[in-house]
């Protein structure tokens, strides 16, 4: 196992000091992340002292250590799982051969774009969240907070390194773009859609950390076989962060219909209303939030039917989550049956199944979302309420791939526009809904407290109290 080095100024496991040039060149990015981060990173706590986890090795069982830091000091580094010895490709044209250390001259582009589509999303997640800490339900959540954003600045420099150390001139360019588009900017935005949402409310944090990290989770799982060994291995650590990333969503939007439903038992009412007033929020509203963040982070996965994606696949570059799995890592010749829609029609069809990468993927995305909503369903249930939480359709609000732009219900249904535009309000958030989950937005630092629309917490951070003070304000 190898021992993360803290001594030097970029924390490291790759041996920096030993490529003086490769060294100098991210010490010249570093100050411009830092930069960037002081700017677009969590607004108005950059003097705090939040308790957060930093990397100590790549050993699954005992990676972190905790304590008080200020953000601008987190040690943000480059760790690599360790090398498998004599690992061989495992899918695609190649399978059999040993694993690539540099990229493959052909291949060179392809993998440049994958890695800088990646990295692109972990800055724009920061620049998206940097207002939320002003309205945090609580000092556990406002550490949570700041730890998923410091570790997705990490994952910047997990993809800027690679872009360094394999890309030579173009990668540090691409590393320099990777700070100069902003997430939600005309101009110059952020390269994938829900990457430019806004997040400017709690409710849309939790469902970003639940559905769009998930995604994140997915395609980290592809790259993370790609037989491309430096990219494979630095995706394999990235996983172990991201599991946190998954559960402050998952836990998060728990306590919101807990919340909710204690709520509904306290006043003896189901009223949207009532709920409201209280303090609440129904849960037809978090069904709206559902809808929106999970079809937009559908998207994500790109077109159901891609050559771009059959490419990677047969190049060895992004294989499937988990391909391993499956029996055929080929799949030269076999199909895939999907649905597809003609004239607005929906037919069976056959695909070869290297074209249906991106689709394969999504669905065992969305199998795994579906997790959750059992588990909200059942506390719904156990409270004795007739009412469910549901996934739409992968058909429902499309923008990328056959469903873009067709109007369909949350079931899937073809619609007419005008159905569409008449519904809307009831399917995602309506402004007075956004309004009303903003006047909820109040920013609670006691660390006894809770916000009135979320549960408190069932357990602390590292066996900690739930009212330990995880960050010390300094504004
Ligand atoms: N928005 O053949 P297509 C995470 C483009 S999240 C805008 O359909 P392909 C995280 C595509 O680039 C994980 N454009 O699909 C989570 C292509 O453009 P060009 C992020 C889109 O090529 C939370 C064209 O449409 N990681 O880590 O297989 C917090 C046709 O492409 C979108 C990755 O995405 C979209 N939604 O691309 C922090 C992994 N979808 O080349 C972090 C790396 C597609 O024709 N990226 N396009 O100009 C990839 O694997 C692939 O690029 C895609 C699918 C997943 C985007």
């Known amino acids: 196992m190898s021992v993360l080095n803290y001594q030097e100024r970029i924390p490291n496991n790759v041996d920096l000091s030993n490529d003086l040039s490769l060294q100098r060149a991210l010490e010249h990015w570093q100050p411009k992340f830092k930069n960037w981060w002081q700017e677009m990173g969590p607004e108005g706590f950059q003097s705090s002292d939040v308790y957060l986890r930093t990397a100590i090795s790549v050993d699954s069982a005992g990676w972190a250590s905790y304590g008080k830091v200020k953000m601008p000091e987190y040690r943000w580094g480059i760790f ?28 060179r582009s392809i993998l440049r774009r994958l890695i800088v589509t990646q990295g692109d999303t972990e800055p724009a997640s920061v620049e998206q969240q940097r207002l939320l800490g002003k309205t945090c339900p609580s000092l556990f959540d406002l550490r949570n907070l700041f730890q998923v954003n410091v570790e997705e600045g990490r994952h910047l420099w997990a993809m800027v390194y690679l872009l360094h150390a394999y890309f030579g001139r173009d ?29 400017t409310d709690w409710v849309s944090f939790f469902m970003f950390t639940y559905f769009t990290d998930r995604d994140g989770k997915y395609q980290l799982k592809s790259l993370a076989e790609s037989s491309f060994d430096p990219l494979a291995r630095t995706c394999q650590f990235m996983l172990t962060e991201e599991a946190h990333h998954m559960q402050v969503g998952e836990t998060g939007i728990t306590r919101m219909v807990q919340k909710s439903l204690d709520t509904m038992k306290k006043l003896n009412t189901d009223s949207i209303e009532a709920i409201r007033n209280a303090g609440a929020i129904d849960l037809q509203t978090l069904q709206k939030y559902i809808n929106f963040w999970f079809s937009s982070s559908l998207d994500l996965f ?13 190049n060895g570059l992004k294989g499937r ?55 909200w369903n059942r506390l719904i249930n156990k409270a004795g309420y007739d009412i469910t939480l549901n996934l739409p359709s992968t058909r429902f609000r499309r923008n990328i791939g056959m469903w873009a732009n067709i109007n369909t219900d949350p079931n899937g249904k073809i619609i007419s526009k005008d159905d569409m535009n008449n519904n809307i309000n009831d399917w995602l958030p309506s402004n007075g809904d956004k309004e009303f989950i903003n006047s909820l937005m109040v ?20 066996n900690l109290g739930i009212d330990y003070k995880y960050v010390d304000i300094v504004q």
């Open 443 to 462: 920013q609670v630092t006691d660390p006894d407290k809770t916000a009135s629309w979320i549960a408190s917490p069932i357990r602390g951070i590292n």
């Open 321 to 375: 989550p988990d391909e391993a799995r499956y029996d055929d890592n080929s799949e030269k010749d076999s199909i895939f049956k999907l649905e597809g829609i003609v004239d607005n029609k929906i037919i069976d069809q056959e695909v070869p199944t290297r074209n249906a990468m991106n689709e394969i993927t999504r669905q065992a995305y969305v199998k795994d979302c579906e997790i959750g909503l059992k588990r």
């Open 80 to 107: 690599l799982n360790d090398k498998v010895k004599d690992r061989k490709i495992h899918f695609g044209d190649n399978i059999g051969q040993p694993v690539w250390q540099q990229v493959p001259g052909d291949y």
């Open 302 to 314: 790109g077109s159901e039917i891609s050559s771009n994606a059959a490419t990677s696949f047969a």
């Open 171 to 199: 990668g540090r360019e691409e590393a320099e773009g990777l700070l100069e588009r902003y997430s939600g900017d005309q101009d110059n935005p952020r390269i994938l859609g829900t990457f430019n949402e806004p997040i």
